[in-house]
């Protein structure tokens, strides 16, 4: 259920929509929170491990390069 506000700028009216208001999410049970918090450290491990990876990667290419210019 929306509801219509009207703007009017000099010559030109508008209507603007307002849609439904977000509703905020119950608390989480001990079980669904102890899942999310799971995940969370899951998710966080693997963007870790990502760049860690990459950072190897970029002093591999660092030493090869002086190696190099040497």
């Known amino acids: 259920m929306g509801v219509v506000f009207f703007t ?3 010559k030109y009216c508008m209507r603007l929509y ?3 208001t ?3 999410k119950p608390p989480l049970t ?3 929170a102890r899942i ?7 998710t966080n491990a693997k963007q870790a491990v ?3 990876r990459l950072r190897q990667q970029q002093t591999k290419l660092n030493h090869q390069r002086a190696k ?3």
């Open 22 to 24: 977000i509703k905020p």
């Open 8 to 10: 009017c700028l000099r």
């Open 50 to 52: 990502k760049q860690e």
């Open 18 to 20: 307002e849609i439904q």
């Open 36 to 42: 999310a918090q799971l995940q969370n450290t899951a």
């Open 68 to 70: 190099v210019s040497v």
């Open 30 to 32: 001990p079980a669904q």
